[in-house]
């Protein structure tokens, strides 16, 4: 019987951002790492912690694009790690957190700062999960829920210039929710993600620069929902004030 | 056996703010058409605004006589006067042109299309450009 054939390896060149806590400032440290064609960032990553250096941090855990952890910025553009092919980055691959959250370690980034403006929104698109009717839950977990179309991997807000310069900005991920929500409210509370959206650091801060809709892995359009969202209010706004009431609620 | 190296894990972190700041809206890395038409809409725009309080300030020479207006139009005549409003042109066509596609799509006409729309905006702009150019040299 034929061996089966290893494909053939080259070498790559990583710099990979480096923080801590305590540390004053960030720094990249670079590792070499031989990988074959097939590899990914990621694949790349946890080389470097299982042959270099087990103290790096990084987020991940499905390997195929569908759980979003380990969204982080590669050579620049954000991308999710798992799907990101060494070979189509040349050989060197500079691996950066995703920009415009609070940077916990060295790749890991505070997805607390994500997950606020859904709050405020009422949390659209959360829903009871139907997948896992048998799982163990935790302490305190009631129900198990999930996100429609989102993947929660950050990196609309990574990509958005608006997001960069403007903390209060909602981000494109919460405000594409709440337009799925108010466009298609399928019972959910409509006026709630209207409100959050209506709003000077919400749908009206955006530029149209559509970052975030190139960038997202799972297609949600987010910038879409944004423009589509500002017709909307804009058609409320107006019934309102011809005294027709708030009737596209 | 091998001895292995103890994992000590690291103290709890305090998240550190990084965002990328008005400076990253010119970071080439990673950036799309709409991300390089909202960095050029943002400096042409400080272009035009400049620009406005320069043209006030030729328009002032109007009030010192007909001879200053004389001396600048000489002055406007030099070819790097000329390239000058060729550039002009581009900041009030692209501004001009990617405000329209801002403004349509911004309130969801042809929200799905806007990269085209883009385009065909930056096609119709060339060729304003190009004529402009010829005839501002001609």
Excluded at chain 1, 38 to 64: K, M, Q
Excluded at chain 1, 179 to 205: Q, S, Y
Excluded at chain 2, 133 to 138: C, G, K, W
Aim: proline share 6%; aromatic share 8%.
């Amino acid at each position: 019987m034929a061996e089966p054939q290893t494909p053939p390896t080259r070498p790559f060149r990583f710099r990979v951002h480096r923080r801590k806590a305590g540390d004053a400032g960030g720094r990249y440290d670079s590792f070499e790492v031989a990988l074959d064609e097939r590899r990914t960032v990621l694949d790349g990553l946890v080389a470097i912690r299982r042959e270099h250096d087990p103290s790096l941090t990084f987020r991940h855990s499905c390997f195929h694009a569908s759980c979003g952890t380990c969204g982080m910025r590669v050579n620049g553009a954000d991308v999710l790690a798992c799907v990101t092919q060494v070979t189509d980055l040349g050989g060197e691959v500079t691996v950066e957190p995703l920009a415009n959250l609070p940077l916990v370690s060295d790749l890991v980034v505070e997805m607390g700062a994500f997950y606020g403006p859904f709050d405020r929104a009422g949390r659209p698109l959360v829903r009871e999960s139907e997948m896992l009717p048998g799982a163990e839950r935790a302490e305190g977990v009631e129900v198990l829920t999930r996100y429609e179309d989102c993947i929660e991997c950050g990196i609309c807000v990574s990509a958005c210039p608006v997001a960069g310069s403007d903390p209060r900005y909602a981000g494109p991920a919460a405000l594409g929710a709440a337009g799925r929500v108010v466009l298609e409210p399928r019972n959910a509370d409509r006026a709630t993600a209207l409100r959050f959206a209506d709003d000077e650091h919400g749908i009206w801060r955006c530029h149209v620069a559509y970052e975030c809709t190139e960038a997202c892995p799972s297609n949600a359009d987010p910038g879409g929902h944004i423009m589509r969202l500002r017709r909307t209010a804009t058609a409320d706004r107006f019934r309102r004030w011809f005294g027709a009431g708030r009737a596209a609620r | 056996m091998s001895e292995q190296r103890p994992v000590t894990p690291a103290p709890a972190a305090r998240p550190v703010e990084r965002r990328r700041g008005w400076w990253g809206w010119f970071d080439p890395r990673g950036r799309r058409l709409g991300g390089w038409a909202f960095a050029l809409n943002r400096l042409t725009g400080l272009g035009l605004v400049a620009y406005l309080y320069l043209h006030l300030g030729v328009l002032a020479l109007l009030a010192r006589g007909p001879e200053a207006w004389d001396a600048f139009v000489d002055f406007a005549l030099n070819p790097l006067v000329l390239v000058g409003d060729v550039v002009l042109i581009f900041g009030m066509l692209f501004h001009g042109l990617n405000g329209l596609r801002v403004g349509l799509v911004g309130y969801g006409v042809v929200a799905s299309r806007q990269a085209a729309l883009f385009v065909g905006l930056m096609i119709i702009g060339a060729i304003v450009l190009v004529v402009a150019t010829l005839r501002v040299f001609a």
